[in-house]
């Protein structure tokens, strides 16, 4: 579905929590302006499930986000590929 997005949230001890969830705005637009005040934040907060999950930055190694949003700051490097070690 178009309107679906995901998240793996990479801890910093090895584990990872996989969330699925709808679009969170009408406008692309807007995308980034709510990245970055997230990320302006100490603590990560996600309702799931009908709880409210609290996650601190400091246990998370990555997050990863999909699908990337269309709009991104002009500072995020577009168009990487990730590559295993060899």
Avoid: C, W
Avoid at 30 to 43: A, H, P, Y
């Amino acid at each position: 579905m178009a309107d679906e997005r995901g998240m793996i949230i990479h801890f910093t001890d090895g584990s990872k929590m996989n969330l699925h969830f709808p679009k969170q705005v009408k406008s692309e637009e807007t995308v980034s302006v709510r990245l970055e005040k997230i990320l302006d934040k100490k603590t990560l907060l996600i309702e799931a499930d009908g709880a409210l999950l609290v996650f601190p930055f400091s246990n998370i190694k990555y997050l990863q986000v999909y699908p990337s949003p269309p709009k991104l700051m002009d500072y995020v490097i577009k168009g990487a590929s990730v590559a295993s070690d060899a």
